[in-house]
């Protein structure tokens, strides 16, 4: 089955770790997408990546670090420096930035 | 300034009836999306509208896109209840190398 997983589903930090949200897709998607959802609002991009070892900031990356080692892979580090993380976060994917986007199940992450 | 505006952002109406959501955006675009998201969950793409005029239909949902206008409609023919949920349209601004922006969403419930 081709598609884009997230893990965990669910996660909690204490203030001051950083945490990494895992992002992997088998579509052979060169482009890959963080997003931020909070309650009752849109979403907010953090990074993209348009191909490996090549990513870009969104409008809300300050705070949030990611990597591109691997076509299947886009993991999101959020850094203790983000001071309000509590959020859904989504991955998705697309075969170019021209194309349709794919969303992942999403990452529930809570602070304690 | 890059802008997508829906509205309404919450709509409550019966079972078998119609309405219409509406996406209004800033600047010249011909690439616009609409996803659907159930509570709790991630994204489903819906709808991909690529040119001025192009309209597309799936069980009682259609959209259109009028670029000239700047406007996408989604619109919902004798709703049921398994329609709730909150749908979102996305743009695709070359100003934004393509990168979404999204609307707030439309909070849709259905009922019986």
């Known amino acids: 089955d081709g598609g884009i997983t997230q893990s965990p589903k669910y996660l909690f930090r204490k203030e001051g770790q950083n945490v990494t949200l895992s992002c992997e897709q088998n579509?052979?998607?060169?482009?890959m997408y963080w997003y931020r959802q909070d309650p009752g609002q849109g979403l907010r991009l953090i990074y993209y990546s348009q191909i490996v070892n090549d990513f870009q900031k969104g409008d809300i990356a300050e705070g949030y670090s990611v990597s591109r080692e691997k076509k299947e892979s886009f993991p999101l580090t959020v850094t203790s420096a983000q001071k309000n993380p509590t959020a859904f976060y989504l991955c998705?994917?697309?075969?170019?930035?021209?194309?349709?986007?794919?969303f992942g199940p999403g990452t529930r992450l809570t602070v304690l | 300034e890059l802008k997508v505006e829906q509205n309404p952002l919450f709509l409550s109406m019966q079972e078998g009836k119609n309405y219409t959501i509406y996406c209004n955006y800033s600047?010249?675009?011909?690439?616009l999306y609409w996803y659907r998201q159930d509570p709790g969950k991630s994204l489903e793409s819906l709808f991909v509208?690529?040119?001025n005029g192009a309209v597309k239909q799936e069980g009682r949902l259609m959209a259109s896109l009028d670029t000239k206008a700047r406007l996408s409609t989604l619109h919902i023919t004798a709703a049921v209840h398994d329609l709730s949920a909150t749908y979102f349209c996305?743009?695709?601004?070359?100003?934004?190398?393509?990168?979404?922006?999204w609307g707030a969403g439309t909070k849709l419930i259905i009922k019986p």
């Open positions: 998705a994917s697309s075969s170019s930035v021209h194309n349709e986007q794919f």
């Open positions: 600047t010249t675009s011909d690439r």
């Open positions: 509208l690529l040119s």
């Open positions: 996305a743009v695709a601004f070359p100003d934004s190398n393509y990168q979404l922006i």
């Open positions: 579509l052979n998607h060169d482009a």
